[in-house]
């Protein structure tokens, strides 16, 4: 009785005080009995459920390690691109593969590994990419992401595209749509956001036409996003 209380103990106070996945593991290794407590009472499906991507340097190698036993737990994913880590994201949607929602920032000329969105093809619903123009290297490889999110993600309901924010940004995006309009076929909402998101008349009728039933909303700003 008194072991059992002990470990309820220390299950409501780990609930409360872990924050990460990264706090959870030191916690873990500190007493055995909150290893105990995080396995018997399923704390892992709360920490891991959010992750945020990258890490600092010197905790990556450990939140790989627990990706590795524990990724199954994790189905909301938030990467900054802004501060590296895309390299990475292959072998963690591996290590992930029950993503139902993602947002991605600082999407550039590279663009994505088409891997990533094989391996989530049937539990992403929910995808928020933010893109950015390189004065130097050029337009994001905005057509290409989504034209491999659109091949792989049937399960898809919901898109955001940020930061359209040059010069045919907005006919990528919506000739992607209306050229694959039999992929992804549960999407129901997408959102544009940028200084050239705006749609005319004519790819208003093309899209209604290509996609019944899609719901479109615009959000502009007067100049491109310099502020990341």
């Given at each position: 009785q008194m072991d059992r209380l002990r470990d309820e103990l220390l299950a409501a106070l780990a609930q409360r005080a872990v924050g990460s996945s990264v706090e959870a593991r030191n916690w873990c290794l500190v007493c055995q009995g909150f290893s105990v407590s995080f396995q018997h009472y399923r704390l892992w499906n709360q920490v891991m459920a959010k992750v945020c991507w990258p890490p600092s340097n010197k905790c990556k190698a450990r939140m790989l390690d627990a990706f590795y036993r524990l990724g199954s737990h994790c189905t909301q994913f938030?990467?900054?691109?802004?501060r590296g880590g895309f390299e990475?994201?292959?072998i963690l949607a591996q290590l992930c593969p029950r993503i139902s929602a993602v947002e991605i920032s600082g999407v550039g000329v590279e663009g994505l590994n088409a891997e990533i969105w094989q391996?989530?093809?049937?539990s992403?619903?929910?995808?928020n990419l933010a893109f950015f123009y390189d004065a130097v290297d050029g337009p994001p490889a905005l057509r290409q992401v989504l034209s491999d999110v659109f091949t792989?993600?049937?399960?898809?309901?919901?898109?955001?595209?940020?930061g359209m924010d040059w010069l045919n940004?907005?006919?990528?995006?919506l000739a992607i749509l209306c050229e694959q309009s039999s992929d992804a076929p549960e999407l129901r909402m997408i959102e544009l956001a940028g200084s050239e998101a705006r749609l005319g008349p004519g790819w208003a009728e093309q899209l209604k036409k290509a996609r019944p039933g899609l719901s479109?909303?615009?959000s502009l700003r007067p100049s491109a996003n310099l502020d990341w």
């Open positions: 938030r990467v900054d691109g802004h990475d994201l292959p391996s989530w093809g049937r992403l619903r929910h995808a792989s993600c049937s399960k898809l309901e919901h898109l955001v595209v940020q940004a907005r006919e990528a995006c479109v909303k615009i």
